[in-house]
């Protein structure tokens, strides 16, 4: 399913999401500040130019605000190329401003910057190459080409040739370097914000999912009645119709299927029941649930918990929370995928911490690409091999990003690498096996973050026939 801000394609079109009103209240702002400069370089400075033509290019964007703002709803707006005019529009008076009061004696001239910067923050790449190339240009004339600024006596004001390519080179560095990390931030900020709502997606299916449990359970319960009654009566009419083959046969169907409907309702009353009541589990229930849609995918799954030294040899209980399953399955998954033949689960625990990691004796990761484990929406094909490091691999990265986040936010620290062999905890025949490991993802939480209330236990988990 698509929706909107989630993916490549919707960042793409994020120059249609300005509105008209943003630039125009910038270019009021914009506006305010050239009338006070040239008030104050006029009445108080004592500097000499062309005044009234300075004014009328400034109330060339006071004439197109009001435009704007009259012709236009206060909600509109602009397409791409309506952005981009709108700020080639803005360049091109600074730059007109800039030729009557001194080109780039003026130190407003940096002022230049601020429309790239914008186009760079929301218009394609291509239209702020263009934008940025015309502030260049327009730069580079008014470096040649100005009227000068006089003081009272006449004398000019200017700077040495020195300072004066200083500030050009200043200004054309600045456009490129403001422009490239405006649009690396934002596409950063954008990359992040989709991937977080896919993970909030992914949460709320899980929920979902949770949820749908406890609804199948009722169901189950509810319609268990009216199937008895049906299956009751089809019992009498059976009897009644034996001198009718063709009704009897009819009667008999209906038994048959209200036997059918009880059986699946039973099934699925059965595990709503557990997923309803089971708030608190075994930690490994939690493992061997999150599993198991991988179980029967051709390799071996192995599941080892142990307590650490001084620890209680008892399973602890943890809280059964979707966030954590789902991070638990799309990184089982993510070994199961690249695995050769085994894959180890392995939990061990001590006074203060859980831990549990995921073994698989495939590849391992590229480990120069270890530190980028786990970004969202890497651009291309050899970038996603790059950040997987595992051969085969054509996914975007957002799975394990996901798995990441949730994880994270129940309190888990997270660390991906590779194994030197089979690491020895995991068991002695796992030690002597003569294959090898290849990547890992260890989880380790503080106790107090995922264990159950032992209170909580007692009054929840109820047994249950089933």
């Not at 390799?299 to 399953?325: K, M, N, S, T």
Request: glycine content about 8%; some cysteine; proline content about 6%.
């Amino acid at each position: 399913m698509n929706r909107p801000g989630l993916g490549p394609s919707a960042r793409e079109n994020r120059g249609q999401w300005v509105r008209l009103r943003t630039l125009t209240l910038l270019r009021w702002l914009a506006v305010a500040g050239q009338l006070l400069a040239l008030a104050v370089a006029d009445r108080y400075l004592g500097l000499n130019f062309n005044i009234g033509l300075a004014y009328l290019v400034v109330g060339a964007s006071v004439i197109s605000n009001l435009l704007a703002v009259f012709l236009f709803p206060e909600n509109k707006r602009l397409s791409e190329t309506e952005a981009m005019l709108t700020l080639l529009f803005d360049i091109a008076q600074l730059a007109v401003l800039l030729y009557l009061t001194g080109g780039l004696n003026n130190p407003f001239a940096l002022l230049m910057l601020a429309p790239v910067t914008i186009s760079a923050s929301v218009l394609s790449p291509r239209r702020t190459l263009f934008l940025g190339a015309m502030a260049v240009g327009l730069v580079t004339v008014l470096a040649f080409w100005s009227e000068p600024l006089r003081f009272a006596d006449g004398s000019i004001l200017a700077v040495p040739p020195l300072f004066a390519f200083g500030f050009w080179l200043a200004i054309v560095i600045g456009v490129m370097f403001l422009a490239f990390y405006a649009r690396r931030i934002t596409q950063e900020v954008d990359t992040m914000a989709d991937a977080l709502l896919a993970a909030q997606m992914a949460l709320e299916r899980e929920q979902k999912l949770t949820d749908l449990g406890g609804v199948v359970a009722a169901a189950a319960h509810e319609l268990g009645t009216p199937l008895a009654t049906i299956k009751l009566v089809s019992g009498e009419l059976a009897s009644e119709l034996r001198d009718r083959p063709e009704l009897h046969e009819d009667a008999q169907l209906i038994r048959q299927q209200a036997d059918r409907c009880r059986d699946i309702l039973r099934s699925m009353g059965r595990a709503g029941k557990d997923d309803k009541q089971l708030r608190q589990v075994p930690l490994e229930a939690v493992l061997r649930e999150a599993a198991e849609p991988h179980a029967d995918r051709g390799r071996v799954i192995d599941f080892i918990l142990r307590p650490g030294p001084g620890a209680d040899a008892r399973q602890p209980l943890i809280r059964r929370r979707p966030e954590v399953i789902h991070g638990l399955r799309n990184l089982i998954q993510n070994a199961v995928d690249f695995a050769e033949a085994q894959v180890w689960i392995a939990a061990d625990w001590d006074a203060r911490h859980i831990r549990i990691r995921i073994i698989d004796d495939g590849p391992g990761f590229d480990p120069h690409m270890l530190p980028r484990i786990g970004e969202p929406f890497a651009r291309s094909r050899g970038a996603l091999r790059s950040v997987a490091g595992r051969r085969g691999y054509e996914g975007m990265g957002l799975g394990l990003f996901i798995a990441k986040t949730m994880l994270e936010r129940s309190g888990a620290e997270l660390h991906f690498g590779n194994c030197e062999g089979v690491p020895q905890d995991l068991g002695t025949d796992a030690a002597q096996a003569p294959g090898r490991a290849g990547a890992f993802a260890e989880l380790r939480w503080p106790r107090p973050l995922i264990e159950a209330d032992a209170e909580a236990v007692r009054g929840q988990n109820q047994p249950h026939e089933t």
